[in-house]
């Protein structure tokens, strides 16, 4: 089952590409199913409860594959730092960031549906993958790629990080509606998160340097690319006085 199973994990990794570029097109199209551009109408739910339990497949699967997992990877620095990469993500965004969400809009059932499927669906890629099938060289720690990609890592998981807590304290207490958020990345662009987050998975495909690892970064890109242009478009539209030198999600690109 082995061969046959890592097989099908490349072709699950295809799979991830293109639906990446098939989201991205009807997000464009149709526009994104989530906050402020969410329809009012279908069942919808708590945005807390909501995004703790789509994203928690992401920490729970991969846990999950840990407990299981082949001895050899296990003891495989390589695969240990990506298996954390990995985890320390969806720990601050399935049991941390939902606790600290003020006011969130509820999230049409929909879309969550979507969510944890694709929770699911990448956790047990990812997860999988680095727990049975990832071999790299004991040196691989020292590889430009992964040091670069580590770092990238880092840094993007910081920005989203601070990007997400100057959103939460853009109202004080008691205040309702939109303001144009300030400080940090968000000088530069307008989805600054969505930078973060970006950089963060572009890294961590550097360093894993896998098939699994590029897929999961170019449908992270594919989605945030496509709201991030959708949430330019409404502040352009909602603010007379919103800085016309923003860049949407790329500083001084794009």
């Known amino acids: 089952m082995g061969l046959a199973e890592e097989h099908l994990l490349d072709k699950?990794?295809?799979?991830?590409?293109?639906?990446?570029?098939?989201?991205?097109?009807?997000?464009?199209?149709?526009?994104?199913?989530y906050g402020r551009h969410a329809s009012n109408s279908g069942l919808?739910?708590?945005?807390?409860?909501?995004?703790?339990?789509?994203?928690?497949?992401?920490?729970?699967?991969?846990?999950?594959?840990?407990?299981?997992?082949?001895?050899?990877?296990?003891?495989?620095?390589?695969?240990?730092i990506l298996l954390a990469m990995f985890l320390i993500h969806y720990l601050q965004r399935s049991l941390i960031f939902p606790f600290l969400i003020r006011g969130g809009k509820p999230i049409p059932l929909r879309s969550w549906v979507y969510g944890c499927l694709f929770c699911s669906y990448n956790g047990y890629l990812q997860g999988r993958y680095l727990t049975?099938?990832?071999?790299?060289?004991?040196?691989?720690?020292?590889?430009?790629?992964?040091?670069?990609?580590?770092?990238m890592w880092l840094t993007g998981?910081?920005?989203?990080?601070?990007?997400?807590?100057?959103l939460r304290n853009l109202r004080k207490p008691g205040e309702t509606g939109y303001k144009i958020p300030r400080g940090g990345l968000f000088e530069c662009v307008t989805a600054a998160n969505y930078f973060g987050e970006m950089v963060e998975w572009c890294g961590y495909a550097l360093a894993g340097w896998s098939l699994q690892g590029g897929a999961f970064a170019l449908f992270t890109f594919c989605i945030l690319l496509s709201i991030a242009k959708q949430h330019h478009q409404w502040y352009l539209q909602k603010f007379e006085d919103y800085p016309k030198c923003r860049k949407i999600v790329i500083p001084f690109l794009f």
């Not at 590889?143 to 990609?149: E, N, T």
């Open 44 to 80: 919808r739910l708590p945005a807390r409860a909501a995004w703790l339990m789509q994203e928690l497949p992401s920490l729970a699967v991969p846990l999950y594959e840990c407990a299981r997992a082949s001895p050899e990877r296990l003891r495989s620095w390589p695969n240990c």
């Open 132 to 151: 049975q099938y990832a071999v790299y060289a004991d040196d691989w720690v020292t590889d430009p790629r992964f040091l670069i990609g580590s770092a």
């Open 157 to 166: 998981m910081l920005i989203n990080i601070h990007s997400d807590h100057i």
């Open 12 to 33: 699950l990794a295809y799979l991830e590409c293109l639906m990446g570029l098939v989201a991205h097109g009807l997000l464009l199209l149709r526009g994104s199913p």
